[in-house]
């Protein structure tokens, strides 16, 4: 489909794990708290809320949750963009919504196995995988993957496979993944590492 | 050189081919969008910016997919690729777009006023493209929308494709000199245009406030047309590639409301064409006004109502004064339960038509309209 290629304005990267394609699927998560099942993460809440101001652009006014109460939360809207199998451009609305008690510090995207494109999951044997939310000229967003060996390949556009192969080199604890932005309007790069 | 849509490779090459490409089309089809695409892409070389191609097995490659298109570029060689943009409108002036003089009050002995020779954009492009590494992209805006051929003068024979310089330019047993006030000293002096010189106009034919063209400007562009695409509109909205069954009586989802903006909007404009001509026509643009596509119902209808507006008022220019036209343009009177109707009425003695419930519709009424309008 070489007529919906576009330019790009910013690029939202997590590294994908075991308990993440689960959610995926709709298998619930690995945590025992039972919250967060289903919910795409994103730490620290307040690196990340900037940057999905400019991809989910809209408010909204949600009831959750807080401290036992119902509380009033603010999450941010957008949508997810994706081509169906006929190459026809679908799209479904997505939030991003603040921390959760159990999960202080912790953005998230919920329900991610309502959209498609999260289902296309690349070859599980090159390497660590990467969901990449890619917003592009227009505005939209769009899920893709890209897998640790592909990105090492060279066939990736190089402003993109450098920062996210960083990413994936630095130390960190076992219980972290490589996670940041690369935001291509301002310059401005973040990695958690 | 990113990958672009087919139309921009058209474009790039009958530039490459023929120097000038009139662009035309009626309101929203894509006009400004395509000038943009062709400028990025007639810049290729300088850009660095990353290019998503949904659904590839890369999707941000390295490498442009389409390494074809690099044969479109014109002047693919040059490296110091420049574009250059200006919009006519009525006083748009020769010394603006060549060369002229321009009072300068104050500046001469003594305070008295006196004058200096400006230089316009073409004469500023075509300067860049004699460069050793020069290539100019000039694009003129709202071509007819100002005295274009006065604007022109003498340069109009010159722009002719094999009129100009040849590439390493030396001028050519065809090459075409007109004459220009020289911005070193004002003198007359002799010019031709480069041949990395490129001029892409755009114009829509159905405004009312534009200047007629005439043949002999005309057939010096190759012209490119773009008309009112519905399967953009489809593939925008995530709706099946044609319309299939009726419309249901009420909307329950966003696609329905917007399946019957895009029927209504494709039945306004059959009956454009029937009642006043194809070239007065309203795009595809006109329902694709949100950065991002309404996921829900309620959304969906603001967004059309907000669309309504536009067409209602692309319509009731285009029928101006013509009441029974833009009633039948908006099917009224043709099936039963339509939300407006056509009435006989008196202003003093003499009989007139109104069309009664024109208001706005609201997101309460909107898909009524639509779905009476599409039939």
Request: glycine share 8%; charged share 20%; net charge negative.
């Amino acid at each position: 489909m070489p007529d919906m290629a576009a330019g790009i304005k910013r690029i939202v990267f997590k590294e994908i794990v075991e308990g993440d394609l689960r959610k995926f699927e709709a298998q619930s998560n690995d945590a025992d708290t039972g919250g967060g099942a289903r919910d795409l993460r994103f730490r620290p809440f307040e690196e990340f809320q900037t940057i999905f101001s400019a991809l989910f652009p809209n408010t909204r006014i949600e009831t959750r949750r807080r401290g036992g109460a119902a509380a009033n939360v603010e999450v941010l809207v957008g949508a997810f963009h994706w081509l169906d199998e006929a190459q026809l451009r679908q799209s479904r609305e997505a939030i991003f919504e603040p921390p959760t008690d159990p999960r202080p510090g912790e953005g998230r995207i919920p329900m991610v196995h309502k959209y498609p494109p999260f289902n296309r999951l690349p070859p599980t044997n090159e390497g660590r995988m990467v969901l990449l939310l890619i917003q592009r000229d227009d505005d939209t967003v769009w899920p893709e993957f890209a897998t640790e060996n592909s990105l090492r390949s060279g066939d990736w556009a190089v402003s993109v496979s450098e920062p996210i192969l960083r990413s994936l080199e630095a130390q960190r604890n076992t219980h972290s993944v490589a996670r940041g932005y690369i935001d291509y309007v301002t310059g401005r790069e973040y990695s958690d590492a | 050189m990113p990958d672009i849509s087919s139309e921009a490779r058209e474009i790039l090459a009958m530039l490459k081919e023929r120097h000038n490409v009139l662009l035309s089309g009626p309101p929203g089809t894509g006009k400004s969008r395509l000038l943009g695409e062709v400028a990025r892409a007639f810049l290729a070389s300088q850009q660095a910016g990353p290019i998503h191609v949904p659904g590839a097995p890369v999707a941000i490659p390295k490498a442009p997919p389409v390494v074809a298109t690099q044969v479109m570029l014109p002047s693919a060689e040059r490296t110091d690729r420049k574009i250059f943009r200006t919009v006519f409108h009525q006083n748009s002036k020769h010394r603006e777009f060549i060369t002229g003089l321009v009072p300068v009050v104050g500046a001469g002995a003594q305070g008295a006023p006196t004058f200096r020779v400006v230089t316009g954009t073409l004469y500023t492009a075509s300067e860049h493209a004699k460069t050793s590494q020069g290539a100019s992209l000039l694009i003129i805006d709202e071509i007819n929308r100002g005295p274009a051929v006065q604007v022109f003068g003498g340069s109009i024979v010159a722009i002719e494709s094999d009129k100009r310089l040849a590439p390493n330019g030396q001028p050519t047993t065809n090459t075409q000199v007109f004459e220009l006030m020289s911005p070193a000293n004002g003198d007359l002096v002799e010019y031709s245009l480069p041949h990395h010189l490129y001029i892409l106009a755009a114009m829509n034919q159905a405004d009312t406030s534009v200047e007629p063209l005439d043949v002999a400007f005309l057939r010096r562009w190759m012209p490119y047309h773009l008309e009112p695409n519905e399967s953009v509109l489809r593939n925008y909205f995530g709706l099946p590639a044609t319309a299939k069954g009726v419309l249901p009586a009420a909307p329950a989802s966003a696609q329905d409301v917007f399946e019957a903006a895009t029927r209504a909007w494709v039945a306004i404009n059959e009956r454009i064409r029937i009642g006043r001509g194809a070239e007065m026509q309203i795009g595809h643009g006109v329902l694709m006004g949100g950065a991002q596509v309404a996921q829900d119902l309620p959304g969906a209808l603001r967004d059309v109502v907000d669309s309504w507006k536009m067409l209602k008022a692309h319509v009731d220019e285009v029928f101006f004064g013509d009441t029974r036209s833009t009633a039948a343009t908006l099917n009224i009177g043709i099936i039963e339960g339509h939300p407006l109707t056509l009435v006989d009425t008196t202003f003093g003695d003499e009989a007139r038509l109104e069309l009664v419930g024109s208001g706005l519709p609201g997101v309460d009424s909107i898909y009524a309209l639509l779905r009476a309008i599409a039939g």
